[in-house]
């Protein structure tokens, strides 16, 4: 069975322009989360989808990221226009459901630089 | 609101030793405990959970935690390291009654098993 997919893997770009990140979760997993991890710490939720409903955005910087999870499979992370604070990495994870004790499945990760 | 500590940045032992990797947790009702473990350049992997039950659950690679509500710890242990152990391992926690969907993780604790 294929994990959490993820692309691309690594980012560079200047600070001011735009980046995205595309994510796969697993088949039949309904739960998907998006998390930001800097170095040195771990992962913090930026934004969770039931399906296609985004039911927990609240530390997503809505000025410059936005998502989307249009058909409530795959699901893209946008930043415009990208800082430098904004280098990290780009996790996301996907579960068979938020509530109950399941539990999260990550893909690699997108490292991102801002120069 | 719900928190989680990892009190030790970094534990070292010897192969072949025992080891413990330490969690606390806040929450306002009974927890939900995960442990997971990430390896250099990859996303994070899931070892073991406590929702309910027998307050020692056992998970991948032969580790195990214990739950302790008296303490409000969920610490990791093996009994016997090995080097193929080395990696950063977070703790996170999930508050069922008022963030069903939420989970919290600590910044990681980075385990070195040495030959």
């Known amino acids: 069975e294929a994990g959490v997919v993820q692309s691309p893997r690594y980012k560079i770009i200047e600070k001011k322009q735009p980046v995205a990140f595309w994510c796969n979760p697993i088949s039949g997993h309904n739960t998907l989360y998006w998390y930001r991890q800097n170095l040195g710490q771990g992962p913090e939720l930026l934004i969770r989808?039931?399906?296609?409903?985004?039911?927990?955005d609240s530390q997503l910087p809505k000025d410059r990221f936005s998502a989307e999870r249009l058909k409530g499979v795959d699901s893209t992370l946008k930043i415009q226009p990208a800082e430098l604070g904004d280098s990290a990495v780009y996790l996301c994870?996907?579960?068979?459901?938020?509530?109950?004790?399941?539990?999260?499945?990550f893909g690699p990760g997108t490292r991102l630089t801002v120069l | 609101a719900q928190s989680v500590a990892q009190p030790e940045d970094q534990v070292n032992v010897a192969e072949g030793n025992p080891l413990t990797v330490k969690c606390t947790y806040s929450v306002s009702g009974n927890p939900y405990l995960f442990w997971y473990v990430q390896y250099p350049n990859r996303g994070l992997q899931f070892l073991l959970k406590y929702i309910t039950g027998d307050n020692l659950v056992k998970g991948s690679y032969g580790f195990e935690a214990e739950f302790n509500k008296s303490q409000t710890s969920f610490h990791l242990k093996k009994p016997s390291a090995l080097v193929s152990d080395s990696a950063l391992y977070f703790c996170a926690v999930r508050d069922p009654d008022t963030n069903a969907g939420k989970s919290t993780f600590g910044d990681g604790t980075t385990l070195t098993v040495k030959p």
């Open positions: 989808y039931e399906n296609e409903e985004a039911v927990d």
């Open positions: 994870a996907s579960s068979l459901g938020a509530a109950g004790g399941n539990e999260q499945f």
